[in-house]
């Protein structure tokens, strides 16, 4: 009876979502950024949190995190508002990132180790092993102004998943990363996913979107405009493409708009009553030569340049 | 969590500014430079030692002129003088240096001057002429009037010992005035070696965009209160470095360094005094700390908080400027103004506290106004903190600051 309760309370609390976010409202002064979002984010799920420049992402997560208190709304970790005892399970990379300049690698990442829970040999063994995973073994006693950008964002990354946090805060988390810190940030998050943390990051690259997120979330002028899986989100927006590699002239059809077009190359957009084999046949008895067809649902980059519309062109031009 | 926090940051902080060069630099400068005047003062005291000893055995010779008739020919020769025997060339031999000194006192002393001539011997030298004929007349009046009492009490040369009475006890003198405006001078020290540090102590999490990361493992009042205990044992390490050579050279090198004696027994350390004086120390330190964090939590940048920083610091002098008034009518409506507007406040009520004249209603006011003060101070400073140091490159508005506490 007792085992059968406590078993209960272990599927209760796995099934309660690490991350609750109830009717979010966020106002500074007249100008309301929020307004009544709500989303969950699950026990080990990675979930992205997508948005146009000025869409209130950053706003969201530091109101998660405390930094900013809500005009209105619950916003809940772990089932509590929260508060920086939490901090020790928690790995945050900021948007606006930087470490204690004057002071030693060894020295930063072992305050940082501390503060999280971690003792100082505790500290201090971790972060060896992690300057040396990332080839800055030699760097532990220079101090971090000395280091060149790229080997500060690999400490970055190092004190962000220090104590192995459970729940890893990622904001625009490629944002200036060379591509081999991209690569090892990517690695890591892999890492922690496999580890059953649980990943929350808000990224404007939609081909790691596709990669490693579970859920997604779009958020438009402080509200949510799509919520789900990728397939949900995909079928939510409807329509599917067809990738054609092809030569001669592409016919027009009422079962098609074609979308981008380059030499010998075209994707077209089908009309939701379109049939694919339909497609086919009509463009081979055209007399198109057909080299490639592929069908699919529509990509995540299209999908977000229709809901951003010209603000989406802006920020995919910027990154 | 918080406890262990705040060690880990005290620790930190502590530890990242003595570990520093620069602020050993800056920290040793000043007994360096303390040291540089002492051996100064040390070898230009055993020159002057060895040139008084030079004088004694080097006998100055002189003739002189005695109009009042008050001179002692014995006590003359004693000194190395005899009568001038040509006062009409006198002056002309010194000229041609074939006298050294020639002395001519007056008919009457209390009205005319007694002429001095005698060969050019350097500026501090040539002083000594007119030291020997002064003491030609003390001596040969000391003689005529036979007692040493009755001549000491001519001179004005005795001393006096006061006691007063206050509410039938023996009130103090100096001695009881001064020990309580050490805790003055400790506010002074701490303050001025401190003040820029506690400016500057949130902006390096701003400049260096650390605050998100600090603000989600750590309460930003632990954060504040560790960097201000953090200031203060930096400070007492600060105090410690510059009073060493004082120190030293006090008990080891008293008097080669002609330092003056401090007679530390005749102190008096009243409790309530030292007491009320400690309570004003801490009230003021909290006051002021808590301030000049906030400053440093809305300014962007060091050289943006600079510009506010002044007119806090004139604050803790202005009441200097007043300080007779504080001392002779302490019930003047200036100074109970500055004794109980905030930031004048310490020092013009550890002023009263040294003088006496602050009574226990006023004490306690005081005293009560610097802590409730201070600690919103602290409070406004952690908020300012926690919503200020986000604005990472602009100032924060105070409206905006607190708009978002919802």
């Known amino acids: 009876m007792r085992k059968g309760r406590y078993a209960g309370q272990m599927e209760y609390r796995a099934a309660k979502p690490l991350i609750h976010v109830r009717d979010f409202r966020m106002q500074f002064g007249d100008n309301t950024v929020i307004d009544g979002l709500s989303f969950d984010v699950a026990r080990g799920e990675t979930f992205g949190f997508l948005g146009s420049n000025g869409s209130g992402k950053t706003t969201t997560i530091r109101a998660l995190l405390g930094i900013y208190r809500p005009t209105s709304g619950t916003l809940e970790i772990n089932g509590r508002v929260f508060s920086d005892d939490f901090g020790a399970r928690l790995g945050y990379l900021p948007e606006e990132r930087g470490l204690y300049k004057k002071e030693s690698v060894l020295d930063v990442m072992t305050y940082f180790g501390r503060l999280k829970g971690l003792s100082r040999a505790e500290s201090q063994r971790f972060s060896r092993a992690y300057l040396d995973r990332v080839d800055l073994a030699d760097k532990a006693d220079v101090r971090v102004d000395k280091l060149s950008g790229g080997q500060q964002q690999k400490v970055q990354l190092g004190v962000t998943i220090m104590n192995d946090p459970e729940l890893l805060i990622l904001d625009e988390p490629t944002k200036g990363f060379d591509p081999v810190n991209r690569r090892l940030l990517l690695d890591i998050i892999e890492d922690r996913k496999k580890a059953g943390a649980t990943v929350m990051m808000v990224t404007h690259q939609m081909e790691e979107v596709e990669r490693l997120c579970d859920r997604i979330i779009l958020l438009k002028d402080g509200k949510s405009a799509a919520y789900g899986t990728i397939d949900e989100v995909q079928n939510q927006f409807g329509g599917r493409t067809v990738r054609l590699k092809y030569s001669g002239t592409l016919p027009e059809s009422p079962r098609y708009r074609v979308g981008l077009q380059e030499t010998n190359y075209a994707e077209l957009d089908l009309d939701d009553s379109a049939d694919e084999a339909d497609v086919l046949r009509e463009l081979v008895n055209s007399g198109l030569l057909v080299r490639g067809f592929v069908a699919a649902k529509r990509s995540l980059d299209d999908i977000f340049i229709q809901v951003y519309g010209d603000n989406a062109a802006i920020d995919k031009t910027v990154k | ?406």
């Open chain 2, 1 to 406: 969590m918080a406890r262990h926090n705040l060690g880990t940051v005290v620790q930190f902080e502590f530890t990242r500014t003595i570990k520093k060069r620069r602020f050993w630099i800056a920290t040793l400068a000043i007994p360096v430079l303390l040291a540089i005047v002492f051996g100064l003062v040390f070898a230009s005291s055993s020159n002057t030692k060895s040139l008084t000893e030079a004088q004694k055995s080097d006998k100055l010779s002189f003739t002189y002129t005695d109009a009042s008739a008050l001179l002692d020919p014995a006590v003359a020769r004693a000194l190395g003088g005899e009568v001038e025997a040509d006062p009409g060339t006198a002056v002309e031999r010194v000229r041609a240096g074939t006298l050294n000194a020639y002395f001519s006192f007056p008919a009457t002393l209390g009205k005319d001057p007694v002429k001095v001539y005698g060969a050019d011997h350097g500026i501090f030298k040539n002083g000594s002429y007119e030291a020997v004929a002064r003491q030609l007349v003390v001596l040969s009046a000391q003689e005529k009037v036979g007692s040493a009492e009755l001549a000491a009490a001519v001179q004005g040369n005795f001393r006096t010992e006061s006691e007063t009475f206050k509410d039938g006890q023996v009130s103090g003198g100096l001695e009881t005035v001064v020990p309580p405006l050490l805790f003055l001078v400790l506010f002074y020290v701490v303050i001025i070696l401190l003040a820029n540090q506690m400016l500057a102590s949130t902006l390096e999490e701003k400049e260096n965009r650390v605050t998100e990361m600090i603000l989600t493992t750590l309460n930003p009042t632990t954060l504040v209160v560790g960097k201000v205990i953090s200031l203060f044992l930096v400070g007492a390490v600060q105090a410690v470095v510059f009073a060493a050579p004082m120190v030293i050279g006090y008990v080891f090198f008293h008097d080669q360094l002609s330092m003056p004696n401090f007679d530390l027994s005749h102190l008096q350390f009243q409790f309530w005094p030292m007491l009320v004086g400690a309570l004003l120390f801490i009230g003021g330190f909290i006051l002021f700390t808590g301030v000049l964090v906030a400053i440093g939590a809305v300014m962007p940048t060091a050289k943006d908080a600079s510009t506010v920083f002044a007119p806090v610091m004139i604050m803790m002098f202005i009441p200097f400027y007043i300080v007779t008034m504080v001392v002779s009518d302490p019930s003047n409506i200036i100074v109970q103004i500055f004794t109980f507007f905030p930031f004048s406040a310490p020092v013009t009520a550890m002023l009263r506290n040294g003088f006496g004249s602050l009574n226990a209603v006023s004490a306690a006011v005081v005293v009560a106004e610097l802590f409730v003060f201070g600690l919103l101070a602290l409070r406004l400073a952690v908020h300012l903190f926690r919503y200020g140091s986000i604005e990472y490159s602009r100032k924060l508005s105070l409206r905006t600051a607190f708009a978002r506490k919802g």
